[in-house]
């Protein structure tokens, strides 16, 4: 995974914080999907370098997992990766915009990850629009708190969730899609 995620920082595909530290930042996801049963599908928006969803892939490889983004360059880089990694039967790459996807997607979405898809507010709307109702949404948090009005989920039809699985300090931010 080390080497993967290196790849995809060389290329520009992720910033300059130390690998190990990213990973760790994933790991979080990882964490706060603890009572997702396996088979859920997982769709990472935003995948960029693949993180958190190669992470996901790696330590959770009982579920589905789709990594979305529009931009090619990435998208091919990332299917090479799980190419590489021999996930073909649990991880799809979709090359597509996510206002796009959710007027496409059939499936039933149990959980969206996103770590640095856009502005949170618009990131939180755009993932309460693609999971199913009572799925839950992942979105990295800053280090220094909240950033999440009640004017926000309101108007995603979410609401906050604590997972078992989440830790003191984690910068994650869960939500339950409530409508």
Request: with cysteine; glycine share 10%.
């Amino acid at each position: 995974m080390t080497e993967a995620l290196g790849s995809s920082q060389r290329l520009g595909f992720l910033g300059a914080r130390p690998i190990d530290e990213v990973i760790a930042h994933a790991r979080m996801y990882v964490r706060a999907l603890l009572e997702v049963p396996g088979g859920a599908l997982v769709v990472d928006i935003g995948s960029g370098g693949g993180v958190p969803g190669l992470v996901i892939a790696h330590d959770r490889p009982d579920l589905r997992l789709w990594l979305v983004d529009r931009r090619r360059k990435r998208t091919d880089f990332l299917e090479r990766l799980v190419r590489r990694y021999a996930w073909l039967s649990a991880v799809e790459v979709m090359s597509i915009d996510v206002a796009e996807l959710i007027g496409q997607c059939d499936d039933e979405v149990d959980v969206v990850v996103a770590r640095g898809f856009g502005p949170p507010d618009e990131t939180l709307v755009m993932s309460a629009k693609l999971v199913r109702v009572g799925g839950l949404i992942v979105i990295s948090e800053p280090p220094d708190g909240d950033r999440w009005s009640p004017e926000v989920l309101d108007a995603s039809g979410t609401v906050r969730h604590e997972t078992p699985g989440q830790r003191p300090g984690d910068r994650i931010a869960v939500f339950r899609r409530s409508t």
